[in-house]
């Protein structure tokens, strides 16, 4: 990553919801377990999502769902914009959405292009960060980003792999979430798919858009950054996740979410008034 996620927070200490506000030009292919809706609020925006190309200007909302592997990229020195990370239980739950283990919703298009609604969020979102905690609205917040989804129509469902080898793949994904901790055998997750360990791993890349190695790093990140919202201690979490030590866990956290470990659990305890700058 190139430069700076100047706040986290939890939303009215949600675990199912985070914002933060970024300010950076480069991300490397990575992917989270959440939503990613973003608020462009200066700059534009070059992203890669499942091999598609999209650019977002001011005033404009893109989101990426969860398990879709993305990047950033771009020159533009002024870029800035806000995020929300929902849950699928609090995206499904906010849009009146009965849906079954492993299915997320998916709602289009990527990018919406300024509006009213793209308006409301932005300021609902900048209201919530920048307001003092005694003043700040979680009902116009969750108002705004449900009016822009609503506004979408309504979504399909669909699980985190493409048609092709679904059952393969998602049952792998099961395995490297159920045990982030294990180390990864790529012999025997191949042979519970019933795949070679050559085409396992073909099939995989194709479906993910990453590595089994690569996408296990991912998913250790995600349940890494779910234990420090509950309080654990770095060193603890970094053991539990499979990590090597603390350091090899902060290389890597801060590499996806821009700062490391230590600012994170900062920033989300002591809230948007924290210093999180890295």
């Not at 939503?35 to 598609?52: E, H, K, L, P």
């Not at 309080?231 to 350091?247: N, T, Y």
């Not at 902060?250 to 994170?264: D, Q, S």
Request: glycine share 6%; hydrophobic share 40%.
């Amino acid at each position: 990553m190139s430069g700076s996620v100047t706040v986290w927070t939890t939303i009215t200490n949600r675990q199912d919801l985070l914002a933060a506000r970024i300010k950076a030009s480069h991300f490397d292919f990575h992917l989270h377990d959440t939503y990613t809706i973003g608020v462009m609020r200066s700059g534009t925006a070059n992203f890669v999502i499942r091999d598609q190309r999209h650019r977002a200007h001011p005033g404009d909302v893109f989101i990426v769902h969860p398990y879709e592997v993305h990047d950033a990229n771009t020159a533009d020195p002024n870029i800035e914009y806000d995020v929300l990370y929902p849950s699928t239980a609090l995206m499904a739950d906010a849009m009146g959405l009965a849906i079954r283990a492993g299915e997320i919703p998916r709602f289009g298009p990527t990018v919406l292009r300024k509006c009213g609604r793209t308006e409301d969020l932005l300021t609902a979102i900048e209201d919530y960060i920048d307001a003092p905690p005694e003043t700040r609205s979680q009902t116009r917040l969750e108002n705004a980003f449900t009016g822009v989804f609503r506004h979408r129509g309504a979504p399909r469902r669909f699980d985190p792999t493409p048609e092709n080898q679904i059952a393969a793949v998602h049952l792998a994904c099961e395995l490297m979430q159920a045990f982030p901790q294990e180390p990864l055998d790529l012999h025997e997750i191949a042979a519970r798919v019933g795949f070679s360990r050559f085409h396992f791993t073909r099939v995989f890349t194709k479906a993910t858009g990453m590595s089994p190695g690569a996408f296990l790093r991912q998913v250790r990140l995600a349940e890494a950054r779910n234990l420090i919202l509950e309080g654990r201690r770095l060193v603890d979490v970094a053991l539990e996740v499979g990590f090597s030590d603390q350091a090899h866990l902060t290389r890597e956290f801060k590499r996806v979410y821009g700062l490391t470990p230590g600012h994170f659990a900062r920033s989300v305890s002591e809230g948007p008034d924290a210093d999180s700058r890295t």
